[in-house]
């Protein structure tokens, strides 16, 4: 049996990640200026002189989940501008036309971008939008959907926007990034807007890695109780006497029990549907074995008693 | 002769222990950080009309990938006279940041102090491979001055870090234009008033070692443990209850161990996977035959009749 259980623990790190990022390829690969699609671009939106076209690039990284008690998506937006918005650096990029940003945040909502400047970026926290799937914990999902809306300020440059998520794994959730369609959405090797429209949907649940974690602190505590009920049974019984070292063994339980809960991995809070049928239960049953067994160590004429071998007699 | 045996073995053993840890302890005394010489050398010269930027780096938030940056200013000759924590410049000066969070424009008027700024960059790397994971991360900045007509004045980037807690480090100057190590062309962004600057971190000797004695410490638990069950289990030793203690006591243990890893790993790294969860595992695997063998056995508690002395048998207990 333990033999088994320990040949499904590694085949199941085998084939489960720890956190995995799935982006849709379209939003997934950067702006490449040199692809054939955007020969059919109109010139308004071409910069000759580049040989790119005018488009700024909203890149998206993903950074954290916290689910529980803020329950947010943390992200990072930066803007590489290319054709005649301008150049790319080496994090974002140089704007040489103003650019008017506004997005969905908890944060800042508007980003002003000046021409002729370095752009830099902003961070953004996005709602889980379903805050009671905590309630499911480890097998809560959350899903959303985030946009934002690029505007040209001071002198007019016709250009395009678009969306790019980085592919950066977040431990412990299994992230799936698609894309979200707007009106005036063209494709070419990116889609692209014309009104400055662009956003993206999220899918997130935990990752196998962190379910089997989690499984396996379940394990922990269910096999506490389980020892503990035995170990009661047999002294109910008759079979084994009740003895004090028994009691610091359901009191180590006990106390290991509250220790397990307090490490359950992302931190859920308390309450949640594993501690109504799982953790409350395994705490009163620890208790009321420990009632039971004060109890019999009082009473009973065998408290303590030794088991002696025959060589003894 | 076996038990002089053992203990040459273990003295053996504990040397060379002793020698690996203090070899560890040795290198780690030596500097974490390493800068190159542009980064380094260049030092405040108050007759040069100089514009310089001193950078540390702060923090690494490894699972966020971002890294904190701190930017101060300092200036010399016309430019400006710098002070302890920032500077005073006599003529305007602009600076930008192509940073991922924290300003990318700082726009200082002649005669107006200006102090650090914190800044985050992009941190590539992830902590998959915990104590072995490695993180990159680039700052580029610019700097134009009011003293000269055009705006053009020489830049000069400085990385006075001395020390990233956990983290060992080293850093170097770019050149902007192919990201490549080129003498004159960083000469020639220096001289432009740019300038790219790139670090390299890995964790620092005394993390490692740290992650491998808390890593062998959950090892040696678990072969302990098992070693005692297998005695157990072949009828060397009774099952008893504090045996099951023990069991009880180190797997809570367990969870405090891991809690004390240097540099806070998430959830689900490698070392997780094949050293913790394993061991956790096998701990509840232990624990379940041993409380199955105290039920069903009948030696369970079963003091032990021998008194020894010196380690050696003596004489059988007898009950009256």
């Known amino acids: 049996m333990g033999i088994l259980l320990m040949i499904a623990y590694f085949t199941g790190i085998f084939f489960l990640s720890p956190g995995n990022t799935y982006v849709e390829e379209k939003l997934a690969t950067t702006l490449d200026c040199t692809d054939s699609s955007w020969r059919d671009l109109p010139a308004a939106f071409k910069s000759p002189e580049q040989n790119c076209p005018t488009v700024a690039e909203a890149i998206v990284d993903v950074q954290s989940i916290e689910a529980g008690k803020n329950s947010l998506l943390l992200a990072n937006l930066r803007i590489w501008p290319a054709g005649e918005l301008g150049g790319a650096a080496v994090t974002t990029g140089m704007a040489q036309r103003s650019i008017d940003v506004e997005m969905e945040s908890l944060s800042e909502t508007s980003w002003y971008i000046a021409a002729k400047r370095l752009i830099g970026g902003r ?35 016709p250009f395009l926007s678009t969306i790019t998520v980085s592919q950066r794994d977040i431990y412990g959730w299994n992230l799936e990034v698609g894309t979200t369609s707007f009106v005036n959405d063209e494709r070419y090797q990116k889609i692209v807007n014309r009104e400055g429209d662009l956003g993206f949907a999220w899918k997130v649940e935990r990752s196998g890695i962190f379910r089997i974690s989690v499984i396996i602190l379940i394990l922990t505590m269910a096999l506490g109780a389980f020892a503990a009920i035995i170990l009661t049974v047999s002294i109910i019984r008759e079979r084994r006497p009740p003895t004090l070292n028994a009691l610091s063994w359901l009191a180590t339980s006990l106390f290991a029990l509250v220790e397990i809960r307090s490490r359950f991995p992302g931190d859920p809070p308390y309450g949640i549907k594993l501690d109504t049928f799982f953790t409350y239960p395994v705490i009163a049953i620890l208790l009321f074995l420990i009632i039971i067994h004060s109890y019999l160590w009082v009473k009973r004429d065998d408290w303590n008693m030794k088991n002696v071998s025959s060589s003894q007699n | 002769m076996a038990n002089r045996r053992i203990l040459f073995s273990i003295s053996i053993l504990s040397l060379s222990l002793i020698a690996g840890y203090s070899y560890a302890a040795i290198k780690s005394l030596h500097s974490n950080f390493q800068t190159d010489s542009y980064l380094s050398s260049a030092k405040v010269e108050t007759t040069v009309d100089e514009v310089a930027l001193n950078l540390i780096v702060n923090e690494l938030d490894v699972e966020r990938g971002v890294q904190y940056v701190t930017a101060t200013p300092q200036l010399s000759g016309e430019q400006g006279d710098s002070t302890a924590n920032g500077s005073f410049p006599k003529h305007g000066l602009v600076f930008s940041f192509d940073v991922f969070s924290g300003p990318t424009l700082l726009d200082i008027p002649a005669g107006s102090f200006v102090g650090s700024q914190s800044l985050g960059l992009r941190l590539n790397g992830s902590p998959t491979n915990y104590p072995f994971d490695r993180y990159e991360g680039k700052i580029y900045a610019t700097a134009s001055s009011d003293l000269t007509e055009d705006g053009t004045t020489k830049l000069i980037l400085r990385d006075i870090t001395e020390l990233v807690p956990g983290f060992s480090g080293k850093s170097q100057y770019l050149a902007f234009v192919d990201e490549g190590r080129s003498k004159e062309k960083i000469l020639g962004d220096i001289q432009q008033g740019m300038g790219l600057v790139q670090w390299k971190f890995k964790r620092s000797n005394s993390t490692i070692v740290a992650a491998f004695l808390l890593g062998a410490l959950m090892i040696i638990g678990a072969a302990v443990s098992s070693l005692m069950t297998l005695s157990v289990l072949r009828g060397r030793r009774p099952p008893t209850i504090n045996a099951l203690v023990w069991f009880a006591a180190f797997l809570f243990a367990l969870f405090q161990v891991r809690n004390q890893l240097p540099g806070d790993p998430p959830n689900g790294v490698r070392f997780d996977l094949f050293v913790f969860y394993p061991v956790v595992l096998l701990l509840i695997i232990l624990i379940a035959i041993n409380v199955q063998l105290w039920n069903n056995r009948d030696d369970w508690d079963l003091e032990n009749p021998k008194i020894a002395l010196d380690g050696k048998m003596a004489k059988e207990a007898k009950f009256e």
């Open chain 1, 123 to 157: 961070s953004i926290e996005i709602p889980l939008g379903t805050r009671a799937q905590i309630n499911n914990y480890p097998f809560d999902r959350y899903q959303g959907s985030w946009r934002a809306d690029f505007a040209p300020s001071g002198d007019y440059t």
